[in-house]
Every structure is written in structure tokens, then in C-alpha cells.
């Protein structure tokens, strides 16, 4: 009998967040909170709108992220119009990805008069679809450090407007902010070092992150509670690759001081509904993630 006590203790403690591991009761997963970007179905949303934000929703998502805002609009709707559809599937409007990079001579000059101008349109609509978030996906390599300094300030007077429209505005990463330098600083840590906490925050895209040769746990606890929102990512469908270390990810989420987590998957074995919810049910199978991260 203590022989058997044992290898039932073992087993147990062997459950984790692997996508492997059996389960030792039937008992349905409880709900939590998971956004969807909906670039992971970015070609069913292109062909059907409605019957894919509505599969989202059927899945357990319980809040989106846009990726198709142009001209003050969500996928061809109205900022009402995007948000009314996203309600009605039973999920909120979390964030977006949107932004308007600099040309040379407002890198030159400093003078982001015109680019504020494209923000007040973009903060107005996102404000009105009911964002709470508003992200830079991406940026290209400044030449000299000059210049990512500019960045850092023009992040700055974005962030600022956002949060006086009620909203906080961060940047999404990708690998090479943390493997190139400029003038030996390495980009992504001379951004965080460089713009204001009070302004902006930055989604980690935890996958990227370990492409890019660093630890995202090392991250959480150098720069804390930088990290309101989470891009939870793998290689394809989350845990098939067995390069992101999601335990440790999900164990130092306080040091983050992370918010929200957001599915994103990019490349898929399978159907991407099949890839996509495949990875919300490992997240919901996880004890390790929370059932909000917002409270």
C-alpha cells in the first residue's frame, strides 16, 4: 500500500502544463481569461467575419485583439460596429495592433506634429470600439541610437495621449530588437530603459523572446511589472515546440506585473481553428495560468 501511496504521488506531481500530460479527472476546464489576435485567423476573418469571431467565442476566448485597423476602421467595420459584433459573440474588446512609424526628417527634425495628428484619428476610434489597449506591432532598426532615443520620445507623447483618452499604449517585439545592437545597446532593453513606465508598457512576445536568445523570466524580474499584456506563443500550436518554457513564464507573471495573456499563433499543424484551439485548451488545462490576471 505505501508502494502504490507512492507512485500515485508521483504521478500527480508529473502533471503539468505539457499538452501530454492525461488529466485525472474528466471535470471540464475552468473558464478563464484569454484574448484571441486575430491575425491567428487572419484568412478564415478575411472570408467569413462574423462566423469566425463567432467560433472564437464558442471556443472560451473571452476577449480579442485586432490587427486589421485602417482609416478608423476594424476589419472594414465601424469602431460600434466592430465592438457590437465582438459583444455579441460573448467576448470584449481588449487591444489592437496599429502604428505609423517616423520618416526621416521627423526622426531629423523631432517634430511629430503630423504623426499626432494620424494618432488623434486612431486613439478616437480605438477608444470608441472599446480598446483598453493600443500596440505598436513592430518597428524598423534605427541606424543610430539618435534615433531610437526619438522613438523612445515619440513613444512617449503617444503613451501620453493614450492615457489621457483612458487607455495605455505598449510595443510588441519581435527577435530583433533583442539580438541587434545599436552602438553596443542591445534595442530592446535600451527601449524599456528609455520610455516612461507612466506611458508605456510592453506585450512580450514570449516566443520571440527565446528566438531571440533570451530568457523572458530574466526580463520579468530586471524590468518589473513592464509587462501588462503577454503575446503566449510557441512555434506552432503552444507547447509543440518544447523551446518555450511556459512554467516558468507562468510562475513569474506577478514580477511582470502582467494584466492579460493573448493567443497568437502564427504557424499551424493543423487547421488554424484546429492550431488555435488546441492552444487555448492548453492554457485552460495549465493549473499554472490564472483564472484573470486582472483582479
Known sequence: MKITTFFIAVLLLMISCSPKAETVTQQAPPKKDIALQLYSLRDDISKDYAGTIKKAGEMGFTAVEAANYGD?????????????????????????????????????????????KWWDQCIAAHKAAGMKYIVTPSMETPKTLKDLQTYCEY????????KENGMLYGYHNHDFELRNKIEDKVMYDYMIENTNPEYVFFEMD???????????????????NRFALLHIKDNKELGQSGMVGFDAIFNNTDAAGTKHLVVEVEQYNFTPFESVKKSLEYLLNCPLVKESYNK
Request: glycine share 12%; charged share 30%.
Open 155 to 162: 513613444y512617449n507623447e503617444i503613451g501620453k495621449k493614450c
Open 72 to 116: 478608423g476602421k476594424f476589419y472594414g467595420k465601424t469602431p460600434e460596429e466592430f465592438k457590437a459584433d465582438i459583444e455579441a459573440a460573448g467576448m470584449k474588446v481588449l487591444s489592437s495592433h496599429t502604428g505609423r512609424g517616423l520618416n526621416e526628417k521627423e526622426l531629423a527634425s523631432k517634430d511629430f506634429t503630423e504623426a499626432m
Open 206 to 224: 514570449v516566443y520571440w523572446v527565446v528566438r531571440g536568445g533570451k530568457s523572458p523570466v530574466d526580463y520579468f524580474n530586471k524590468y518589473k
